[in-house]
């Protein structure tokens, strides 16, 4: 510690550790511009004495001045994510985009009504009974009660997902589909999981063209052309319903039909051979062979899990083939399947938001995503389309003129 032009001299200020006067300033603490007292001390030797302890608070303000900026400025939209103390500021970080998306400014964080059950990161961002729980560890076989919740709470899941889609088109933002879904999900009594869950900033996840995953929903307009995904989590009653799909905007082009029909073909023949007995690793043998015989890749950073009172927990289920998944299915168990399939390479970049994941390459991602239930005789898909659901994909109305 030396000390500089901001160092305090004046020897009205106390040393933190032992209270003589103090004349040198913790650097760390003049960058971070914490308040004189409390970061000064008498001697080289105080402060060294000091430092495991004091070093402490330098986290802290951290964080701390992040939440203060993103307070004071809000009206801005740019900064949005505490993960990790990142933020979006106004001028974008030096990065090697792999595609033509860019972050944009994003609203204010929606509120949820006083009356609305919680999960417990709504507050402070951190799962605390998920990051804690032996359901990480041993696979949870659900009780007729449980159940009947999950249904519950998936049926209003595949609704908010709906009613999403119903507005998806060219100029619309995907801040306004993050808007629909939260309203959507707080009027019909529940809670967006997504929000505030390691401090993700909004409602649901919007991904759109080369995003893979967790893209956050923000001021870009969405384009003729674009695809996206939107993927939907609802709490209520005390578990969580997770569903996604990947729409077109106005008129894509056959080569984004066709990635985003062998994504919804690839769940669909994973959802066949759920039963019990099966072993997780399965799936991603089947994933993989339909999507590879498509032209396509699949993404290996992210998997399917396990769902219920916890948003995530085990079974870890893997898309990609020769996965070392360990396990088998066993009726009453719930568990989400989600594949990430790429036009190009498999491999994945994360945005120095530290939550937006890209293809490496730049080319387009797909997924599609369920709720699964293993029943004694198979499956049941509990947030599967209903009657009601948009038609939103060519190849159903080809199945069902």
């Avoid at 759920?274 to 399965?282: C, L, N, Q, S």
């Avoid at 994945?348 to 293993?374: C, I, M, N, Y």
Wanted: charged share 25%; aromatic share 8%; proline share 6%.
């Amino acid at each position: 510690m030396d000390t500089d032009s901001s160092t305090p001299t004046e020897s009205g200020l106390s040393c933190a550790r032992c209270g003589k006067p103090a004349y040198l300033q913790c650097p760390k603490c003049v960058e971070l511009k914490l308040p004189q007292e409390g970061s000064t001390f008498c001697t080289q030797d105080c402060f060294k004495i000091s430092w495991s302890s004091h070093k402490l608070v330098h986290p802290k303000s951290k964080l701390a001045n992040v939440r203060s900026a993103h307070s004071e400025q809000s009206l801005d939209g740019w900064l949005y994510c505490l993960k990790n103390g990142q933020a979006r500021t106004s001028k974008l970080p030096h990065f090697g985009w792999t595609g033509a998306l860019r972050p944009c400014p994003i609203s204010k964080r929606r509120l949820v009504p006083d009356g609305v059950e919680k999960p417990d990161w709504s507050i402070d961002g951190i799962p605390k009974t998920e990051l804690n729980s032996d359901l990480q560890n041993i696979v949870e076989i659900k009780t007729p009660e449980q159940i009947e919740l999950m249904r519950e709470t998936c049926r209003i899941a595949r609704e908010v997902l709906d009613a999403a889609a119903c507005i998806i088109r060219p100029g619309i933002t995907t801040d306004e589909i993050d808007e629909v879904v939260h309203q959507a999900t707080i009027a019909a009594g529940g809670y967006p999981s997504p929000l505030n869950y390691h401090f993700f900033p909004k409602s649901c996840c919007t991904s759109v063209n080369e995003v893979i995953c967790h893209g956050i929903p923000d001021a870009r307009k969405l384009k003729d052309g674009d695809i996206v995904n939107v993927d939907v989590t609802v709490y209520y009653k005390g578990v969580h319903g997770d569903l996604n799909e990947t729409f077109f905007v106005g008129e894509v082009d056959e080569a984004s039909q066709q990635l985003v029909r062998c994504t919804y073909e690839c769940l669909e023949k994973a959802i066949s051979i759920v039963k019990p007995g099966v072993r997780y690793r399965e799936v991603g043998e089947v994933i993989s062979r339909h999507a590879t015989m498509s032209g396509f890749s699949v993404v290996k950073s992210y998997c399917g899990h396990g769902i219920g009172e916890l948003f995530h927990c085990t079974p870890n289920i893997p898309h990609y083939g020769r996965n070392k998944a360990v396990g088998i299915m066993k009726a009453g168990q719930t568990f989400t399947i989600e594949p990430m399939i790429n036009a190009g390479v498999w491999r994945d970049r994360l945005w120095p938001d530290g939550w937006t994941a890209v293809t490496a390459d730049g080319k387009r991602s797909a997924q599609f995503e369920h709720t699964l239930l293993v029943t004694e005789t198979g499956v049941e898909v509990l947030t599967a389309r209903v009657p009601s659901s948009p038609d939103v994909f060519p190849w159903l109305k080809l199945n069902h003129p």
